[in-house]
């Protein structure tokens, strides 16, 4: 059931050009806080109404995790009709979000220049794999080439010496999405500020890059290099949830007092009292494989139920390991109401999980359930002006084979 938008994007309105994950995760996220999220597919639909198992045609797995709050629409734009309509539409909208590469959008008319003569105050985002000036301009990206290039895949041949890894989730798409949705919130606040518009680029490789090299560039932040790359807390080889006698745990002490009360509650006082190694917050840094080492020794003697009333009665950081299955009925995130079942109206139930962000005031909520191929489009089309007839008539003609709005 629809309800009306409470959040803080309110009356915003989003062009949504953008497929797989990277762009429809960030459009998602602005819809969640109050925006109308028109999203424009070809007769084909996003590449990711086909990603996983799905209870009815179009609706898979990884789809329903990032359309949520949005409105679809199918357009032919090798059409007279369908042109116009996106014409309409981008002269509505105050935002025009897209991951097509730059050259197919220029071919289809809708690059900057050809956007901004329809809208001048148009805030543009444009999320690309490479940034533009560099030697991989306009290439294609992907998940993987970007965990790739960023240097994240070699960061697990850093942690155990063997070869480089893709981290088992979409890191990549979903880090540069929230880069671009900030991208657009920030814009958007410029020009509620200037009145102007602008061309926002937001691409993956560099994104990324600079979300991994925070703590990894380490030594290498001066120059000459003080030493290694990546940072030998979060690198440590033995940095992992600690197996206890009947399962796993996650124990993270901070401070001197709580380093030795972890040890002291495991039977090991000496630890903090006569070696040098972990006396200080300098120290333990030096020597971070060995003390993981020994806290993994220490964790052994315990289960994990003894070692979180232990440690939760010591104030000290500690949760138990969870297995992907146990995620999905943890007491607090379905107790907080943040993972929960919905009912899709195509006749299906499924989990979903609300914004995690809350405001006060203007609370994020959803209000629309992960739309249907083409579910709106005669909805939107008369919105913009066009007759029943027309816009039923232009729906059915985006449906046929060979209708596009890709690059």
């Not at 797989?20 to 999220?37: I, R």
Request: charged share 20%; glycine share 10%.
């Amino acid at each position: 059931m629809v309800s009306s938008s409470t959040g803080p994007l309110a009356g915003v309105k989003i062009l949504d050009l953008s497929t797989v994950v990277l762009g429809p995760y960030a459009t998602q996220l602005l819809g969640d806080m109050g925006a109308d999220v028109v999203k424009v597919e070809n007769g084909a639909g996003d590449i990711m109404r086909q990603a996983g198992p799905s209870p009815v045609p179009g609706m898979g797995a990884i789809y329903m995790g990032c359309n949520r709050n949005k409105r679809a629409v199918l357009l032919d734009l090798k059409t007279s009709d369908g042109v116009e309509a996106m014409q309409r539409l981008v002269r509505q909208s105050d935002v025009f979000f897209t991951n097509v590469r730059m050259d197919g959008l220029r071919r289809l008319g809708l690059g900057y220049d050809e956007v901004k003569k329809l809208r001048e105050e148009i805030i543009y985002v444009h999320c690309s794999g490479y940034g533009a000036g560099g030697v991989h301009e306009g290439k294609p990206a992907y998940d993987d080439l970007i965990q790739a290039g960023s240097g994240v895949a070699d960061l697990f041949h850093v942690r155990d010496g063997g070869p480089p890894r893709y981290m088992p989730a979409l890191m990549a798409d979903k880090v540069s999405g929230l880069h671009a949705a900030y991208a657009a919130i920030a814009g958007l606040f410029a020009k509620q500020r200037t009145g102007q518009g602008q061309f926002i680029e937001a691409p993956m490789l560099e994104s990324f890059t600079a979300f991994n090299l925070v703590e990894n560039l380490y030594g290498h932040t001066f120059v000459p290099p003080l030493t290694q790359m990546a940072y030998t807390r979060s690198s440590s080889i033995n940095r992992m949830p600690y197996p206890t006698k009947d399962g796993y745990i996650s124990i993270i002490p901070y401070s001197d007092a709580q380093w030795i009360t972890f040890f002291e509650l495991g039977g090991r006082p000496e630890i903090m009292t006569t070696d040098p190694r972990f006396s200080t917050y300098a120290a333990r840094t030096a020597n971070i494989g060995a003390l993981y080492q020994v806290v993994g020794e220490v964790a052994a003697t315990k289960t994990t139920d003894d070692w979180l009333k232990l440690l939760g009665k010591a104030d000290i950081p500690a949760a138990r390991c969870a297995t992907l299955q146990e995620v999905l009925d943890d007491e607090h995130l379905r107790g907080s109401g943040f993972i929960h079942e919905r009912q899709h109206p195509a006749g299906f139930p499924y989990i979903a999980m609300q914004h995690p962000v809350k405001f006060s005031e203007t609370p994020a909520v959803i209000r629309r359930e992960p739309p249907l191929l083409g579910e709106h489009t005669v909805e939107v089309l008369r919105e913009l002006g066009f007759s029943n007839a027309d816009a039923k008539r232009i729906a059915a003609a985006a449906r046929k084979p060979g209708g596009r709005t890709g690059a």
